[in-house]
């Protein structure tokens, strides 16, 4: 009987395809190539069956190849993908693409070929009596010269048309939509690899006549054992073409050998296996409850709450360390590998190889190197950002989720899933131990414990006993009216740092702004500088010379949305005023003031614009340990649970202009943000004090931020979102509309919103439909809806039932956003 099977594949369909089955069958869970349209792709078996109407057969499709003879998903894997695939309201094969960073392994060629329309088109142009075709626009001279290219109907490459033509990506669309031209892909899977080449030194051969170069060179290998790598040879003062020349003649060959793997230990800390310090009765509690629960096995959910400096991730080492000792398998996930590579470097010092690191800056390359040594078995300690909430760890037995607080865990593109939450499910599934880790834990997870779903662990006390900073708030109100003036530092932030510097110890201030400005504005007529892409200001970024207010035309602004950059006018687009001034302090312009302030102090600044690759927070980190910087100033980047000993002064600037923001969770990251970096102060054997600047010292976040006191503002904070009905005491879901036509995005929220008013449901509230709070960002029209409910059952049938009105009324599926459990409203 004939075999069928549902494959899942990366489109934005919300739906399953079927395929006939010639030969072998597939597994579910294993990847197969299909043909789609008129393209060839990468799908996931989802299930087989022999159940389709013989009216179906007829039109059914086979599988191409079977590229995997054994699953790359298992089941538990699989089941973790469809719930996914359900609670974010995601198409499955959008999911599963990306639970497996296997792209590296497909090797896809797309070509062109012209059509029946296209092909009149071209012959319009070159016989004048075709002149009256009129199915469409005349074409452009490159869209001629692609049309001509193409006009022996055979299909070719995209890379030789452009190679050929000129012809950009553009052109192709533009032909596409006017259906002169069809696209067409196959693709075919190859074995990946990384290697370097190796210069090795030819034995036994008698050297003849060499010039110095080629001596030196020479000389090199022979001082190396006889190999070198190639890419090492370049420190040498020798030409390029010397190592070619030797190679010509016999007495150097190249030989290509795997590469190193790409975890390698972090230049910014050199210190010991944290697992060498003895732990205190805090942490050896903690590491005996979870590593029992690893050994009697189950689901258990952990909310480890240490306050900053508490030892946290020796208590994650440890208890990796037992799970590994006893055959099984961890998980740890982290914000941001590049922001902590002392984390990465105390991984490599307690596990060695038996390691595997996954995050975004990998190559495709490296990533799938990465996830083969995982699924296989060879690596079975993972540490990664987001997406290795999905690696194949064998036997998995512990999960831990640092900072799990951290907003950088949830997706912001398709499919927009929590990696918390993911892992908080995936350890459901494979029934094992998961703890997460904060010294400022989500609402969502503190709820949890007190409602019992989850144990609470607590680290109270510092490592070594050391105390907490003392938080000081400077009434920024009080400081102007006493000055007649807005000044970036307060007196009295501006003597502690002279005093810290005179006791030759280092100083950190948070400036949560990029650039040197974050507006220009007219002074004649009010209007502001925008992106002509995004309704948002332009960044101001000026160059290092000059210290005015004033905009100097010429330079830079800039969109941190879509990276739009334009220099600054000389007059104001819209009244033709030349009074152009810059308004706020961003990071750069701290930066240059505080230069000026304290002249004598080595100062340093970490923000996006500094700080272009892992390599430079490396750098900085380093310098700032071995007490080279004096004084670092940057944004939340530094807040990010780094261990700096020799910081005995945190001061907070402008970090409160977060609660005037519409985001019901404004309350909340003000309050982690400044816990956070006040936790960086006196780490080390002096105290640490930290003054934050505010315009809200009353504000219960400020206060309670002030004494350190999370349970009190968790409490404070609850009651407004129970009293509000929002997160966590409710559910919440962001439908979002976009199109680059605004009247079509308008139409369609339109539509959606009276379509919720007719279909009301009692435990869900409307809020909207409007535009977003950012408008438009690359060229492309928001609006939204809020919906929010008590029962989360009710909500996502809801949502569902939403889904499917919006593919009755053709909205696309790519400008219909459906953000469950939203972390961002903007």
Not at 400 to 425: G, N
């Amino acid at each position: 009987m004939p075999i069928y099977c549902d494959v899942a594949l990366p489109v934005p369909i919300d739906s399953l395809f079927t395929y006939t089955v010639d030969g072998q069958a597939p597994e579910p869970g294993a990847r197969v190539l299909v043909s789609f349209r008129r393209e060839q792709m990468l799908g996931v078996v989802v299930r087989l069956h022999q159940n389709v109407s013989a009216a179906l057969t007829a039109q059914l499709k086979p599988i191409l190849r079977v590229v995997d003879a054994e699953p790359v998903l298992a089941s538990e894997m699989l089941e973790l993908g469809q719930w996914i695939a359900q609670y974010y309201v995601a198409p499955l094969g959008e999911v599963l693409r990306s639970m497996l960073p296997l792209q590296a392994e497909l090797r896809q060629r797309i070509a062109y070929r012209i059509t029946e329309e296209g092909l009149r088109a071209h012959q319009a142009t070159q016989q004048p009596a075709l002149l009256h075709f009129e199915s469409a626009p005349a074409a452009l001279p490159v869209e001629q010269t692609l049309l001509a290219r193409l006009a022996d109907g055979q299909a070719h490459s995209a890379a030789a048309l452009q190679k050929q033509t000129a012809v950009t990506s553009a052109t192709f669309n533009a032909l596409m939509r006017r259906g002169w031209i069809a696209r067409e892909s196959s693709a075919n899977t190859r074995a990946v690899r990384r290697t370097v080449s190796v210069a090795v030194l030819a034995e036994g051969i008698r050297l003849p006549k060499l010039n110095a170069n080629q001596q030196m060179l020479l000389a090199e290998l022979a001082g190396a054992q006889g190999r070198r790598s190639v890419e090492a040879l370049p420190q040498l003062p020798v030409p390029k073409t010397t190592l070619a020349t030797l190679v010509r003649r016999g007495l150097v060959h190249i030989e290509e050998v795997p590469a190193d793997s790409p975890f390698a230990q972090s230049s910014a800390v050199r210190a010991g296996s944290p697992l060498a310090h003895i732990l205190n009765p805090e942490q050896a509690g903690a590491v005996e409850k979870t590593s029992a629960q690893v050994q009697a096995g189950g689901f258990a959910p952990f909310l480890l709450h240490g306050i900053t400096g508490s030892g946290k991730t020796a208590v994650y080492l440890a208890a990796m360390r037992r799970a590994l000792d006893a055959g099984r398998g961890s998980l740890l996930l982290v914000p941001e590998i590049g922001l902590t590579p002392a984390m990465v470097a105390q991984m490599q010092a307690v596990f060695g190889e038996q390691v595997a690191l996954l995050h975004s800056a990998l190559t495709p390359t490296e990533r799938v190197e990465q996830w083969r040594r995982i699924h296989n078995g060879e690596a079975r300690v993972v540490v990664g950002t987001r997406s290795a909430v999905f690696a194949p760890v064998q036997g998995l037995a512990l999960v831990i989720v640092d900072e799990e607080h951290d907003t950088s865990y949830k997706q912001a593109e398709m499919p927009r899933y929590h990696a918390r939450d993911v892992a908080v499910m995936r350890a459901r599934l494979q029934q094992a131990t998961i703890v997460l880790g904060s010294a400022t834990p989500s609402l969502e997870s503190w709820l949890n414990v007190e409602r019992n779903k989850y144990a609470l662990l607590s680290l109270p006390q510092r490592v070594a006993q050391r105390p907490l900073p003392q938080v000081t708030l400077i009434d920024m109100r009080q400081e102007f009216r006493e000055r007649g003036e807005e000044q970036l530092l307060s007196r009295a932030l501006h003597a502690a740092i002279e005093e810290t510097l005179q006791r030759k110890e280092q100083v950190m201030l948070l400036l949560n702004r990029r650039g040197y400005s974050y507006v220009v504005l007219c002074r004649a007529c009010g209007a502001k500088l925008e992106c002509e892409n995004c309704a948002i200001a332009l960044t101001h970024h000026k160059s290092n010379d000059g210290a005015s207010t004033r905009s100097v035309t010429g330079q830079r602004l800039e969109c941190h949305y879509c990276g739009f950059r334009r220099t600054v006018p000389k007059r104001c687009p819209t009244c033709d005023s030349e009074h152009l001034y810059a308004f706020g302090v961003g990071s750069q312009q701290g930066e240059e003031r505080l230069q000026e302030l304290f002249p004598a102090a080595n100062i340093a600044r970490m923000d996006r614009d500094t700080m272009r690759s892992h390599k430079d927070f490396e750098r900085v980190l380093a310098q700032l340990h071995r007490g080279e910087i004096d004084m670092l100033v940057g944004t939340q980047m530094i807040a990010k649970g780094h261990d700096m000993h020799g910081v005995t002064l945190v001061g907070v600037l402008g970090a409160d202009h977060a609660l005037g923001l519409p985001d019901l969770r404004a309350a909340e990251r003000v309050f982690q943000l400044i816990t956070q970096v006040a936790g960086r102060a006196g780490r080390g054997e002096r105290a640490g004090r930290v003054l934050v600047q505010t315009y809200y010292p009353d504000h219960y976040a400020m206060q309670h931020a002030a004494t350190h006191d999370y349970a009190g503002f968790a409490a404070h904070e609850l009651r407004y979102r129970k009293l509000l009905h929002y997160p966590p005491a409710a559910v919440l879901t962001n439908i979002l509309l976009e199109h680059a036509d605004e009247q079509k995005a308008a139409g369609w929220a339109k539509q959606i919103g009276r379509w919720l008013e007719q279909h009301p449901h009692p435990h869900v509230r409307v809020l909207g439909p409007a535009a977003a709070p950012i408008a438009r960002i690359k060229r492309i029209h928001r609006f939204h809806l809020i919906l929010k409910s008590s029962s989360r059952k009710e909500l996502a049938q809801l949502v569902r039932d939403l889904l499917e009105f919006s593919a009755s009324i053709e909205i696309p599926r790519r400008n219909l956003t459906i953000d469950v459990d939203a972390m961002h409203l903007m």
